[in-house]
T-cell receptor
Framework: DGGITQSPKYLFRKEGQNVTLSCEQN?????MYWYRQDPGQGLRLIYY???????QKGDIAEGYSVSREKKESFPLTVTSAQKNPTAFYLC?????????FGPGTRLTVT | RKEVEQDPGPFNVPEGATVAFNCTYS??????FFWYRQDCRKEPKLLMS???SGNEDGRFTAQLNRASQYISLLIRDSKLSDSATYLC????????FGAGTRLTVKP
């Protein structure tokens, strides 16, 4: 079964803690993306990677970090510097311009 | 001005109705256009690409107007299962998402 997996589905953390969200794909796509979605709003791009060992900041990268050591994996770390981390985080990969999304991780920070 | 704008709705229509959504974009260099569907608390799923000549997939028709910088989605013979939020996506090297238009189809 080809697809994109994200884990966990729900994640709860205390303020001040870093947390890493997992994203894995077996679609053999070169490009991968991280978005966040807040209630009633569109997706906002956090980071993207067009190729292994390379990534670029999106529109709202502050307080986040990523790595791309393997083609299949693009983990996102939400650091304590992110002021409003509670959100729905979506990972995507793309073939050309068409993006395919994982099921998302709902992060709640209290 | 937002790069991609959609009427947030909600659009409440009876089963069998025809409904149309528009989406405007600001970047005239945009080359790729898509409609995605997002169910409540789920990930967006690609509904269809939008081509310059317009394209149809069953009950769904998508059109692009480059001169006026908008794309549209027409749904004919609405089904209950069409209830969802429809996201417009526009871009060139990076893709921009609209906030979505919410559709509810009622019996």
């Amino acid at each position: 079964d080809g697809g994109i997996t994200q884990s966990p589905k729900y994640l709860f953390r205390k303020e001040g803690q870093n947390v890493t969200l997992s994203c894995e794909q077996n679609l053999n796509h070169d490009a991968m993306y991280w978005y966040r979605q807040d209630p009633g709003q569109g997706l906002r791009l956090i980071y993207y990677s067009q190729i292994v060992n390379d990534f670029q900041k999106g529109d709202i990268a502050e307080g986040y970090s990523v790595s791309r050591e393997k083609k299949e994996s693009f983990p996102l770390t939400v650091t304590s510097a992110q002021k409003n981390p509670t959100a729905f985080y979506l990972c995507a990969s793309s073939k050309g311009s068409e993006q395919y999304f994982g099921p998302g991780t709902r992060l709640t920070v209290t | 001005r937002k790069e991609v704008e959609q009427d947030p709705g909600p659009f409440n229509v009876p089963e069998g109705a025809t409904v149309a959504f528009n989406c405007t974009y600001s970047n005239s260099a945009s080359q790729s256009f898509f409609w995605y569907r997002q169910d409540c608390r789920k990930e967006p799923k690609l509904l269809m690409s939008v081509y310059s000549s317009g394209n149809e997939d069953g009950r769904f028709t998508a059109q692009l107007n480059r001169a006026s910088q908008y794309i549209s989605l027409l749904i004919r013979d609405s089904k209950l299962s069409d209830s969802a939020t429809y996201l417009c996506v526009v871009g060139h090297n990076d893709m921009r998402f609209g906030a979505g238009t919410r559709l509810t189809v009622k019996p």
